[in-house]
């Protein structure tokens, strides 16, 4: 039986490659479609309901099951042999301009996969073998409304036969779990979301229902929603504004007007932001889906919403039922906020003990550096204690109010500042891993400032010009942003830290530094192993009673923001990882799967630090190099990283001090042509001038300059 759908698989796989030879092949792909649908259950809610403790071996939803906990109970590899845990398979999805950020999922011995592109992998979680490939065939001009670099994709949702997927150009995307080929495909915007955006989020499916947000609320106009699609249609079954529209016009739902009220100035010609763009959780027990909602937009709360209050929902977790569409209950973490202090970050249900009486609860560790624990019910606040030291905007949560009690010192409008936890926040979405025996949840955070100022032209002018493309803070940038830098002071150090987290006393049971300040998610076994990969290439195991360090294996990319998950096949455990590609030795994004003794190794290539090459002799004035600098930092350095400026955005493209002679030859070309649109670099035909691409130019060269004496002093 075995031997026979393996050859189903390799009969299957050239079918998606062969689009002209579909239906001479069909017979035979429906013959293997269903041996394969023999092995491969159809997941339902049931399933997915029960799955952590009656098939531990499956990870079937983004955060294993509804829960989200991601907690595993498999043992297989534990404490004691975990020294022999190895490479099983590696595979190639991605390439080196890409975040692998996608939490794999398994079903039956199937592994659906993303990259950044949206482009799905069906693949043999035994050993990484192709089934089909699902290629949505992104539009990439849409990498320019990306905050965070040209591509990325948390993963997939598997549910009543379907794979969906979120795409990058903002599309949701039924296919055949079994043969991969598509069933719809909707296109998730509407006007009244104001600007087009991304998805990067992983859809959740239940009840029927497949559920999606969106992103990009730096890229200009942006106003969030959610949207529930019938799993089977793809038609819509209801839709859920997070930020009011123009208040002359009919307010969408009655939970609109209400959030009007709470708004300031003519908040909705910027769009306000609000988007969900990655954590949705639905919860059985009340029938309800729980939506993360992201950050306002522009960032300052005196820009986007003048004389405003709270700016409902920003930064809240709302309760939607999920038969009308209708709100529940709603939190809001961070009330008017401005700070970019998102509350997207993954949601964990579960149970905790208060007081003798078991409560259902919703665990989120939002950016802003406090831990919420919510009763499910009605949304009362529990408990929301300070999970880092770090946190410099408010003194602590006023349980009375349920309010944060902002610092009156840290006010960057007034004064601007170095302020903790950065605009990345203190945890971003790199997943959490919840014990509910123990009341321990493992995550990573870090404590990281920003310096907090509000846009020059703002202060100046007191108007804000809102870009189409490229981040549109509000906080300034460029040759002003170093000088308030520079008289401000130097930035507090950094540190990341991994640890077991008691919500309800806000203490640690154990503690531990990390080397790299960005790192990626954790999952944690009753093997009593907590996995967690590392920004500096070091994927780790722990022991989850201490911390201490029991296993390390060395990669030649990163792990920067990646995920980590665990699942069995014909009683194997593996452990399987997603590292980002390095594009100094030509990696593209890969998946790894570790077993006990596996054999499987990758290339180890040694890294040359890249020094600077020749470079234009061009003279150019202090106003081009200037003026170069603003825009450089405003249009480029989202992906092509700051300059002499703090930016913990992942660097994802090319280092553009690096620049050949031959390369700066065709800039032209690449920026305003489009030449090198399909890589992942946008085209900036309509934002930026000839003349203003060489002043960009100027600022490079200048920098180049400058990075080349300091390689040459060393
Ligand atoms: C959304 C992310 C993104 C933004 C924003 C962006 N780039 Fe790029 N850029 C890339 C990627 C990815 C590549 C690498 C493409 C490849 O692999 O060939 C790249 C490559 C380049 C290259 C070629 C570099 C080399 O050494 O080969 C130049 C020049 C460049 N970008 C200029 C710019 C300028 C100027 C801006 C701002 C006006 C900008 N980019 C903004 C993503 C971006």
Redesign the pocket.
Known sequence: MSTMISRAKRILAPIKHLAAATTVLLGLGSIAASLYAAEARIVDDQRIINAAQQEPGNWLSYGQTYKEQRFSQLTQINKDNVSTLNLAWSKQIGDY?MRMQGTPLVVDGVMYVTNGWSVIYALDATNGEEIWIYDPEVDRSY??L?CC??AHNRGVAVYDGKVFVGTFDGRLIAVDANTGEEVWDVDTFIPEGLGRFNITGAPRAAAGKVFIGQGSSESGHRRGYVTAYDADTGGVAWRFFLVPGDPSKPFEHPEMEMAAQTWGGEWWKYGGGGTAWNSLVYDEEFNSLYIGVGNGAPWPREIRSPGGGDDLFLSSIISVDVASGRMNWYYQTTPGDNWDYSSAMDMTIGEIEFGGEMRKVLLQAPKNGFFYVLDRNDGELLRALPYTDGIDWAERIDMETGRPVENPDVVYEVKPQWIMPANGGAHNWEPQSWDNDLGLMYFYYHDIANFYSLDEGFVETGEYEIRER?LSPGWGEGEYRRRLIAEAGPQPDSQAYIGAFDPVTGSYKWRQPLETEINGGVVATKGELLFHPEGNGDFTARDTNTGEVLWQYKVPGTFRSTSVMTYSVNDTQYVATLMNGNRAIDLGGTVLAFKLNGEASLPMPEIAEATVPELPTTEFTGEQISSGDTL?HS??A???GGIGIANEVAI???N?R??TLQ?HAE?EN??IGGS?AQ????D?EEA?TRNQ?ET?RAFLVTQARQLQQFQQSR
Do not use: D, E, K, W
Request: charged fraction near 5%; aromatic fraction near 6%.
């Open positions: 301009n990498a320019r990306s670099g040209p490229g450089y249009q480029c989202s992906c092509h994802v493209a090319p553009l690096l620049m390369t800039m690449i920026v090198r890589q992942g670099m946008p900036f930026i691409l960009i």
